[in-house]
């Protein structure tokens, strides 16, 4: 039989937001992006730290995202952080935003990458911000897992 394989590029993650966010639910949304913008982007130079999507007529916009200018564009060049539209069904486009205003959910760039095909994505997820109190669970559940781990090791 044959395997299906990952051949993802991955350009951007996000590694905070698992810490930050209760991640419930994941989307792969497309991107609107200039040529200048995905050259950039297979030579590695995009940030989704600070990103986040948002709603604005009816359609989804990915706010505050890094990607560098690409130097051989000249004066072609697109802008940095500009809005970038993202592109899904309409029906998760209505989900996702009704999940935002009716259940104060937060929509957070989880990775940005090139699929199989070539095509940048971006995975979004739907959560929910966590306390204070929950972060420090989360990390002394994640300790625990290691030490016992190591004592299975040890005893074989």
Do not use: C
């Amino acid at each position: 039989m044959s395997e299906k394989r990952d051949n993802r590029q991955v350009v951007a993650d996000n590694r905070k937001a698992r810490h930050n966010y209760e991640i419930e639910e994941t989307f792969e949304a497309g991107l609107a992006l200039l040529g200048s913008e995905v050259k950039s982007l297979r030579s590695g130079k995009a940030n989704i730290a600070e990103a986040y999507a948002s709603e604005k007529d009816g359609e989804l916009s990915l706010i505050n995202s890094y990607i560098a200018e690409y130097a051989q564009a000249g004066r072609r060049n697109h802008e940095p952080r500009r809005p970038r539209k993202l592109l899904m069904h309409r029906r998760e486009i209505d989900r996702l935003i009704g999940a935002v205003q009716r259940q104060g959910m937060t929509l957070v760039p989880l990775r940005l990458y090139f699929n199989d095909r070539g095509i940048a994505k971006l995975l979004i997820g739907l959560g929910r911000g966590k306390k204070v109190h929950d972060k420090r669970e989360t990390e002394r559940k994640r300790d625990w897992e290691r030490q016992k781990a190591r004592l299975m090791r040890e005893k074989g």
